[in-house]
């Protein structure tokens, strides 16, 4: 299984931008990229997925090595809410429509005020 | 759109009693949901993986006779924790995949206690 590292923790000044990296260098060609947060006690949040490409949506930024074997979520503007743990999980296909999920240590983001 | 519920939300339950989690994905279809464990300050641990109509696929080390798992329809599966022990006690969190692009979608997680 693709496993990914990332920092423990990391910490912004709110309003600014966080560049979230992870190592995903056991990636293969069709594992999606997914990254997702959670605060405490509650379920992860979808945050934005790729493939190859870099994404963007209305919460985070998703920046995708070329050769893939690393990427980075950036918000752009931090606020008190981002306050979380966030996960990049790589997700290899099990099985015809299967994508299992291996959820690494994460990094918690602290944001300062 | 996207949204997957759990119930109940905590349960407080005695040694040696079982305990039933339920998980629904409320607004689409999911052959596929997760069953997951997190203990304080950890990450989340696969349990098993579920396919509507099928048995649950369970990760190493994830005893199948303690935690029952059905996947009776595509919208719900249901975890039910077998003569439970205190050393279950954990928050146990489900998803439901939706796809393509096969994304899963959490519930809020169930904190299971066990006096």
């Known amino acids: 299984d693709a496993k990914t590292t990332q920092p423990n923790s990391m910490e912004s000044n709110e309003e600014e931008p966080v560049h979230l990296p992870c190592n995903h260098s056991?990636?293969?060609?069709?594992?999606?990229i997914h990254w997702y947060r959670q605060l405490p006690s509650q379920g992860p949040e979808y945050v934005i997925h790729?493939?190859?490409s870099n994404v963007n949506n209305r919460m985070a930024s998703l920046a995708i090595a070329e050769d893939r074997k690393s990427s980075t979520l950036i918000l752009h503007r931090a606020t008190l809410r981002d306050a979380a743990v966030y996960y990049c999980?790589?997700?290899?296909?099990?099985?015809?429509?299967?994508?299992?999920?291996?959820f690494g240590t994460g990094t918690r983001l602290k944001v300062l005020a | 759109g996207a949204v997957v519920s759990q119930h109940p939300s905590r349960v407080i339950c005695k040694s040696g009693t079982s305990v039933k989690i339920e998980c629904r994905s409320l607004?689409?279809?999911?052959?596929?949901m997760f069953w997951y464990r997190q203990f304080p300050k950890q990450s989340l641990m696969l349990m098993a993986t579920?396919?509507?109509?099928?048995?649950?696929?369970?990760e190493q080390g994830v005893e199948k006779d303690k935690f029952l798992i059905n996947h009776a329809s595509l919208t719900l599966s249901t975890l039910t924790v077998t003569s439970a022990h205190p050393e279950d006690s954990s928050f146990y969190i489900c998803?439901?995949?939706?796809?393509?692009?096969?994304?899963?979608?959490f519930g809020p997680g169930t904190r299971l206690t066990v006096t």
């Open positions: 607004d689409f279809q999911a052959t596929t």
């Open positions: 056991t990636i293969s060609g069709t594992d999606y």
């Open positions: 998803s439901a995949q939706r796809g393509p692009p096969y994304e899963q979608y």
């Open positions: 579920s396919n509507e109509g099928s048995k649950a696929t369970y």
């Open positions: 790729g493939l190859t």
């Open positions: 999980i790589i997700s290899p296909q099990i099985g015809s429509g299967t994508y299992k999920y291996i």
